[in-house]
């Protein structure tokens, strides 16, 4: 029963210990991100966004959703603007509760009869308090979209070229280049959801994309931190690969991501039962969707994309080409003792597999007396120990 409670998955994720092969198996998730990048990047191109009235420009109406016959519907208003107009509005939405509530009708740009035309019908048909003079209308120009869009896309070419100088300068360049392409893969991936559900993108929409750039990169910083430090000396070590050691930190960051993730969706899911369920602001619903979106595939990225890019970035140079071989030289030269019998089979380490096990004190302590245990079978003395200590002791001898 104990080592059926060991083996489960939440033992494995609480413990961190290098159980799941993320990093060996990144082809395979390549191949998962990959598809899903296209859909979107397909659904980007052929069918584009549905463009909110500040990027398309049109008229705004406003009007009290209070009436003499109760609270105004969002369906009757929509009635009564085709009744007007002859077409459907671009969107329809309620505002606020309670007596300050409103309903905002966004279209294409009306004239002046048209809007005149339009306010008429709303009143007689919807009867809302204040009369026609409580109708309000507003046009809007599509160049303030179209500035919002350029300082947006300024503003993230900024934040690329200072993400990638510091990340540079913190980690090395491996690790920047593969944190741009997981935060480039969370913009394309938001941006095409939105396009395949049909979101209407505002300017809220934009902001919220900004801001979980943040998110991915704060936790994909997390995994490479615990990554340098597995892989501090690694060259001079033949026990783990570079990508194993990165795996190993990964597991050893996963549980941390997993909670971080959820507990940053709490709020945004806030944002959408009650900023948009129950006080019905439209704005609300732009940036949470956006964030929601952004937080669940940036947290992935950071664990399936960001690390093993990292890797096969890394295993380019051609001294972690060596280590590796050098590593897996020793593996198999242990296994051939093994199957001779030079070395017990249990001392046999790992398979060769990309899966290694935890780096705290306990495991050090039990891979070291293994090490010891298959240099003595093997003939060779051990790097700790006396035999070390008697090749660093001095002599003796006086030279005349």
């Known amino acids: 029963m104990a080592e059926a409670k060991k083996g489960n998955v939440f033992h494995r994720l609480y413990v961190g210990n290098g159980a799941f092969d993320i990093v060996g198996k990144r082809k395979r998730w390549y191949v998962v991100f990959g598809l899903i990048l296209l859909i979107c990047i397909g659904s980007i191109v052929f069918r584009g966004f549905n463009l909110g009235i500040d990027f398309t420009g049109g008229t705004r109406i406003q009007l009290p959703a209070a009436s003499s016959a109760g609270i105004i519907g969002v369906e009757p208003v929509r009635d009564s603007y085709e009744r007007a107009i002859g077409h459907e509005p671009a969107a329809v939405q309620s505002v606020g509760t309670g007596a300050s509530a409103t309903i905002q009708i966004r279209s294409e740009t009306l004239n002046a009869e048209e809007v005149a035309k339009l306010k008429t019908a709303l009143n007689d048909d919807l009867k809302p308090e204040g009369g026609v003079d409580a109708i309000s209308d507003s046009a809007v120009s599509a160049s303030w979209g179209g500035e919002i869009t350029s300082q947006a896309l300024i503003a993230l070419l900024v934040f690329f070229v200072a993400v990638m100088i510091f990340l540079a300068l913190y980690f090395e360049l491996s690790m920047a280049i593969a944190a741009l ?157 093994a199957a001779a019998g030079e070395v017990a089979a249990g001392q046999v380490e790992g398979g060769g597999g990309d899966i290694v096990e935890s780096t705290d004190d306990e495991s050090l302590q039990a891979e070291l007396r293994k090490e010891k245990a298959m240099a003595a079978a093997a003939g060779v003395p051990s790097r700790t120990g006396k035999a070390a200590d008697a090749r660093r002791r001095p002599t003796g001898k006086k030279h005349r």
């Open 181 to 337: 392409v997981a935060v480039l893969h969370d913009v394309l991936i938001t941006a095409g959801v939105y396009s395949l559900v049909g979101f209407e993108v505002s300017p809220a929409t934009v902001i919220g994309l900004l801001t979980i750039l943040g998110f991915s990169l704060y936790d994909t910083v997390v995994v490479f931190d615990k990554v340098r430090e597995n892989t501090r000396g690694l060259l001079g070590l033949t026990r783990r690969t570079y990508g194993e050691a990165a795996n190993l930190a990964v597991n050893q960051t996963l549980m941390r991501s997993i909670n971080t993730s959820l507990i940053a969706l709490l709020p945004v899911l806030g944002l959408l039962a009650i900023g948009v369920g129950l006080l019905g602001v439209g704005t609300l619903q732009d940036l949470a969707l956006v964030q929601l979106t952004g937080i669940a595939i940036g947290a992935l990225s950071s664990i399936y994309i960001a690390t093993p890019v990292a890797v096969d970035l890394k295993m380019r140079d051609p001294r972690y080409k060596a280590q590796a071989a050098r590593v897996h030289a020793r593996r198999e030269n242990l296994a051939r003792k």
